[in-house]
Structure formats: C-alpha cells, structure tokens
C-alpha cells in the first residue's frame, strides 16, 4: 500500500485561505478607514459651512442693527421736527389773532375809559383800568361780551376813588380771547 502524505497540500490551502483572509480584512480596514475619513471630512466641510454661513448672518444682524439704529435716530429727528413745525404752524395761525385783540380792545372801549395794564396767560386776558363811573365799566363789559373776538367779561374788582373832586372807578376784569376758528364759525 502507498502511502500518500496530504499534509502540505493541506498547509499550503490553509496557508492560502488565511494569505487571502488577511487581504480581504486589509482591504476592509482600509475601505473602512477611507469611509470614515471621508464621513470625517464630509462633516468638518459642512460643520465649516454652517459656522461661514453663522459668520455671514452675523455680520448681516450687525449691519442691520445699525440700520435700525439709523432708523429710530431718523424717527426720533423727525417727531421734533414736525412738533417743532406743529408750533410754528400754530403760532403762524395765530399771528393775526394779537391784531384782532387789540383792535376789539379799541373798538370796545367806550368814552370815558381808559386802561392801565393789560396782560394775557393762556386765553385769558386781564384788562386793569380807570373808568369816570361804573355804567362806563358795565357798558365796556357789554361791549366786550358782544365782541367776535372776545368773550365772557368777569369783574373781578371794582373801587370807587374820588381824586381832586372827580370819582374815578379803577376796576379789574377777566376777558376770554376767541380764537380765529370760533370767530369764523361764529360768522358763518
């Protein structure tokens, strides 16, 4: 009987079987590997992209908080312009009311009556003076209250004098000043 010795053949198969086991797990390795880096690379790309893009937005936020800030300054000069042209525009209107008041103090007035001091807060005039009775104060007072431009005569103080044999009345009393829109309203 021959006797055939399969020993080598065996080891050469198995030395064969794990040379080509090793180069599949190398080459799994290494594609592993290339896959990973390549995951790796992928997620540093868009990790970049994304902080660029926070980066731009930022500016942009920046840029438009100037903006804004540019923005409420104009506002802000805007509103004192226009309440600064409000008042001009206001005082333009009631320019010719000063001319009506001292005109309707002239024409009110009768003979017999003078005045001493006039002053004005608001709408409201105080009108101090020297008449030759009181009938002369009451018929001023009607005169004023038939007046266009003004209204509601109140006589606040009232004295009779007597001063070198003539008997003077020195008097105080509070006048409304229409304005120029009430008059026209109260014309038409």
């Known amino acids: 009987m021959a006797r055939i010795n399969l020993l080598p053949w065996r080891e050469e198969l198995r030395a064969e079987k794990q040379k080509n086991f090793l180069t599949i797990l190398g080459t799994a390795v290494a594609c592993t590997g290339i896959i990973m880096a390549g995951v790796h690379v992928y997620f540093v790309d868009r990790i970049d992209y994304q902080s660029r893009r926070n980066t731009y937005l930022t500016g942009e936020i920046r840029h438009l908080d100037n903006k804004i800030k540019e923005i409420n300054e104009l506002e802000s000069t805007k509103r004192n312009l226009q309440a600064r042209l409000d008042i001009i525009q206001q005082l333009q209107s009631s320019r010719p009311e000063i001319v009506h008041l001292f005109d ?76 120029k829109k009430k008059a026209a309203e109260e014309n038409m």
């Open 104 to 179: 309707e103090l002239v024409q009110t007035i009768p003979d017999g009556v003078y005045l001493t001091k006039v002053s004005q807060k608001g709408g409201t005039i105080s009108l101090v003076g020297v008449a030759q009775s009181n009938a002369r104060v009451s018929s001023y007072m009607w005169g004023l209250d038939k007046s266009e431009w003004l209204t509601s005569p109140k006589l606040s103080v009232i004295k009779t004098t007597e001063k070198e044999g003539q008997r003077n009345s020195n008097f105080t009393l509070n006048v409304t000043q229409a304005s």
